[in-house]
């Protein structure tokens, strides 16, 4: 039998298994709340026209996983859970990569947690299907039970990047014990203050103890420990400028220069700005591309209403405006503040600024 081809519908992140008939009405239920794909064995899917609702058949669940598993960032079993764990346990690898996945029973009774509860989503996805059923979330992962803050689910939730994953299991660790936990976070932007009834200690670097758990939240090197938890606010903003053709490589090189000289990291880049003519420009793309989750091209018109950008003759006869990478950087940063002024090669030119909190 010909394999079926699976096809995301434009939008979805969220693949849904239908395994029975009563599980594949409230599939119907629940996909267009979710913005979700629905799987169904080919006996269901083409019943009463089925297909045309845009149900994809499948013959094997197994068969199928391999294909979607890492296809769909968030996967809902609809049915009993032991299925759902037999279906996928030859796919995962571990908590940092696996995708998140929930059970929810045919009645809507009880909606599960089954895997990735924390950096996965799939406590918020368990919480996220009772809301919209009015089913009983099941979430059994320790810091939740005890009420206690996920370190890597609040990571998460703040769109920042982690490191030494394993560390947030001796933090919950040490916390479920009732252990003090060291913390770097001198802006608040993980735990925005919160000290956990006294449970996080703020700690400052040259008092840090390497040998015992803790959390590290900053947009400056260090923290690189066995026992740290380390996590990258996205707060960096990139402004970025070049002659034309410059590789992809140079300009890579001269900005880790840069971030090294300034003690910055990388990590926390949050978003790349550049002269909207430059948007053909395959080298100064890539290199955007690479470094930041969202790419910015600006009109000359908005780069150069940007007062507190330094102004160059030279730049202003290439591109129609007197600043490219300090003006995109603090256009990005929303407010924030110039921390790393227009450094240059002979060819590429670069700033930095950092987006405030909230900002």
Known sequence: MPTAMVVNRQGASTALYALSAQSLVLALRLADSMSADIFAPERLAGQAGQTGQGIQPFASIHELLVRTFSRYPRHVFIGAAGIAVRAIAPLLRGKAVDPAVAVI???ARFAISLVSGHIGGANELARELAQITGATPVITTGTDVAGLPAV????RARGMAVENLPAAK?????????CPVQVF??????LDGEDCGGLFVATAPEKWDPALPGVWCHWRAGGIFSQTFRLYPRCLCLGLGSRKNVPESEILAHIATVFAQQGLCPQSVAAVGTASIKRDDSGLCAAAAALGPEVVFYEPEALAAVEAAGQS???LRRTGTGSVSEAAALLLARGGELISP????????CAVALRSKGA
């Open 105 to 107: 029973d045919h009645e």
């Open 152 to 155: 890597d689910e609040l990571a």
């Open 170 to 178: 001796a933090v919950s660790a040490a916390l479920l014990e009732g």
């Open 185 to 190: 976070d001198p802006d608040g932007r993980l």
């Open 313 to 315: 003759e030279t730049v």
């Open 342 to 349: 227009k450094t240059k090669t002979g060819r590429v030119t």
